[in-house]
């Protein structure tokens, strides 16, 4: 087994590590103050080929694997988790479906002004109704004419507001359940979308996240992706490689979480000595860094089962787990360390607590994760053979 990285794999590494921590860390909190969405930094990032890294060249992205693409955003959820999750639903949930289900018409049409950055987007699932249970959906469409009419209503949606493009499921008969939602690329710039104020956010403030209403929005029949009725194949398809990308901020911010913690406990000196030479921290240290590699190396076997085209719903769902469920104790850890310095916003590590809380819940919450790995298993337990 080759546990290397590429030449390229490598020089993207160091490229984004070094655009995350010169440019996008020294704003981070002065962003998470304010709640401003940091168009500068995307359209930076837009030059660099970052925000069509999973688009294929032949559509204006970068045509990156799926690794380069986790790599990325680990580094930029080291110095700023609301600009990797951003960036984040802007590759992953947005243009990958378009990538695999849409026409060759809409492809050619939309993915290249989201891949070069003309423009941003995002994916609309979650209701006030349907979070987790996404066949119970209430967002209705009908056809008429050459178009599909919308109306519902959204909510938790990253980057509405500020991106044009969405990818949005609706129901045609919430009686079908899930055989009755279809999928579509919604432009959000029409009167028929009416974005709600941004939600005031325990953490990833500068990332914008808002509720959306849908009036008869119109949207033309060539920006159905796939066939009507395929709607919920194609978000549990997405969700698989999306969660990829939670995994991997949530593994930078936890690596930034370390880091700030063995700095500080090597220069903090409590009876006589720095705290990292105390059993109680030096151990807990050693786990903390041991957990965090157990949940990135999962997450980038991941990257490499995506890439060989195979079925990776239980292995992104073990990915998604274990890194955000580690990241949650690392960080909860660091500010332990920290003592009363953590609890202050003086000091990085109390964003990184606000920041990482989420990443459990969003885009499958650990207990979704947990349904998908045990049907996963029963499923194996009723192939096997019998000892």
């Known amino acids: 087994m080759d546990f290397g990285f590429s030449e390229q794999q490598l020089m993207i590494r160091q490229m984004v590590r070094e655009f995350a921590r010169e440019r996008v860390a020294p704003g981070a909190r002065e962003r998470d103050e304010s709640g401003q969405f940091p168009w500068d930094i995307f359209k930076e990032m837009a030059g660099l080929g970052l925000l069509g890294m999973v688009t294929p060249e032949e559509y204006g992205g970068s045509g990156l694997d799926v690794l380069s693409y986790l790599i990325s955003i680990e580094e930029l959820a080291w110095a700023d988790a609301s600009v990797a999750v951003g960036l984040s639903v802007h590759n992953s949930v947005c243009q990958w479906p378009i990538v695999h289900f849409g026409s060759e018409e809409l492809k050619r049409r939309v993915l290249p002004p989201l891949a070069q950055g003309e ?187 995506s890439e060989r085209g195979g079925n990776i719903s239980r292995t992104s769902a073990q990915a998604k787990l274990l890194a955000t469920e580690t990241a949650n104790r690392i960080c909860n850890f660091a500010v332990q360390v920290f003592g009363g310095y953590g609890y202050s916003r003086e000091y990085v590590v109390e964003r990184l607590y606000r920041d990482v809380r989420v990443t459990t819940v969003y885009e499958g919450t650990s207990e979704v994760q947990r349904m998908v790995i045990a049907r996963a298993l029963e499923r194996l337990a009723s192939t096997a053979p019998e000892c």
């Open 119 to 305: 423009v941003l987007g995002g994916i609309m699932l979650t209701e006030p109704d349907a979070g987790s249970d996404l066949a119970s959906l209430s967002t209705t469409y009908r056809r008429v004419g050459d178009e599909f009419v919308l109306s519902g209503a959204k909510m938790w949606i990253t980057n509405a507001g500020i991106a044009k493009y969405f990818v949005i499921l609706a129901t045609r008969d919430k009686s079908l359940g899930h055989r009755g939602i279809s999928a579509f690329v919604l432009d959000a710039e029409q009167p028929g979308v009416l974005v709600d104020p941004p939600e005031k956010k325990m953490g990833l403030r500068s990332s914008v996240t808002a509720g959306v209403t849908l009036e008869e929005a119109r949207v033309p029949v060539e920006n159905l992706l796939g066939k009507e009725g395929e709607g919920f194949k194609i978000a549990l398809a997405t969700l698989d490689h999306s969660r990829l990308g939670i995994a991997a901020q949530a593994i930078g911010i936890a690596q930034r979480a370390l880091d700030e913690s063995l700095r500080y406990a090597k220069e903090r000196v409590q009876f006589g000595k720095p705290i990292i030479q105390h059993q109680a921290i030096g151990f807990r240290l050693a786990d903390m860094d041991t957990e965090l590699e157990a949940a990135r190396w999962l997450t980038y076997r991941a990257a490499w089962l």
